[in-house]
């Protein structure tokens, strides 16, 4: 069984930083591209980065230049740097694999306000 957890969010004022982390089981994850999500009240799931499984990376406009997204395939666990936050990046954040089908962690808040 795929599981996913996410860790890492919380309160953060505007400018701020915060690193998203998600450590994933039951799966080979070395071979899997890897993806964070984030969903805002009445919105749909919105796709924010992606990492290949040979490390390539791409991120949505809104977002690029102050996220990165990596993995460490040791420890099985994708990460999302965030820095210079907005308000307008609160929303819970989901990792998720797509291997028979999508999988998704439980996802973490991240509010950003001061």
């Known amino acids: 069984q795929v599981q996913l957890v996410e860790s890492g969010g919380g309160l953060v004022q505007p400018g701020g930083s915060l690193r998203l982390s998600c450590a994933v089981s039951?799966?080979?994850?070395?071979?899997?591209?890897m993806n964070w999500y984030r969903q805002t009240p009445g919105a749909q799931r919105e796709l924010v980065a992606t990492i290949t499984n040979r490390g390539a990376t791409n991120y949505a406009d809104s977002v690029k230049g102050r996220f990165t997204i990596s993995r460490d395939n040791a420890k099985k666990t994708v990460y999302l740097q965030m820095n210079s936050l907005k308000p307008e990046d609160t929303a819970v954040y989901y990792c998720?694999?797509?291997?028979?089908?999508?999988?998704w962690g439980q996802g973490t808040q991240v509010t950003v306000s001061s």
């Open positions: 998720n694999v797509k291997v028979s089908k999508d999988y």
């Open positions: 039951g799966t080979l994850f070395s071979i899997y591209s």
